[in-house]
């Protein structure tokens, strides 16, 4: 258990971590560069580290670094990305995220060196019996935001992609049943021509209420 910090301390290590925190920015421009694979396994014990339901921790992170199994991904999400631009997405989502400036194509899956596909457990097998988790993606969604802040204190850039279905990813990577794809997460270094939109974040008195 940490120990309690002085006041002063607390100020301190506040206001680094919000300063490193507002640097975020998701990227969709990798660099090749490798990843030092403890730098994904530190940020997934930090993610493993997140508060669950009950504790029972209902979440799978896979790791992909084999390039014909990132193709694979992109082929397959790149598809139901088609459809959904195509077919699915209503003009009001599309005019939702014109800003951001996303498109079917995701050039991410493949460039990027590590992909973390992240998937819920709604439920679990032991001792022969199905069990029932509780509040999974609260829970899972809570450790995705570890993950994430763990990954950019490391110095990696991340992009939080989910396609529209993802059932592929279970097939792909041979997950069991009781596993759902939650999110698709590319991570390594941006790109030296990587560029972000400029996109307002809310200030503090637009999010926050103190009763």
């Not at 504790?55 to 139901?80: G, S, Y």
């Not at 022969?128 to 995705?144: D, F, N, Q, T």
């Amino acid at each position: 258990m940490a120990t309690r910090v002085t006041n002063w301390d607390a100020v301190g290590r506040s206001e680094a971590l919000l300063e490193a925190m507002l640097a975020r920015r998701s990227i969709r421009a990798f660099s090749p560069e490798p990843v030092a694979r403890g730098l994904i396994e530190n940020a997934l014990r930090v993610a493993g580290s997140a508060p669950s339901g009950a504790n029972q921790q209902p979440w799978t992170f896979v790791v992909v670094t084999d390039d014909d199994t990132k193709q694979r991904i992109r082929a397959a999400a790149e598809h139901e990305e088609q459809l959904l631009y195509r077919e699915r997405a209503t003009e009001e989502y599309l005019r939702a995220i014109e800003p951001i400036g996303t498109n079917a194509v995701k050039p991410h899956i493949t460039d990027a060196p590590v992909l973390i596909a992240v998937f819920e457990q709604p439920w679990r097998f032991e001792n022969g019996e199905k069990h029932k988790h509780y509040y999974v993606r609260e829970s899972v969604g809570i450790a995705v935001g570890f993950l994430v802040a763990a990954l950019h204190l490391s110095g990696l850039a991340t992009l939080t992609h989910a396609p529209s279905p993802m059932g592929f990813l279970r097939e792909i990577l041979d997950r069991p049943e009781n596993e759902r794809p939650f999110l698709l997460l590319p991570v390594g270094y941006r790109a030296a021509d990587a560029t972000v939109p400029d996109l307002r974040k809310k200030s503090l008195d637009e999010f926050a209420v103190w009763v």
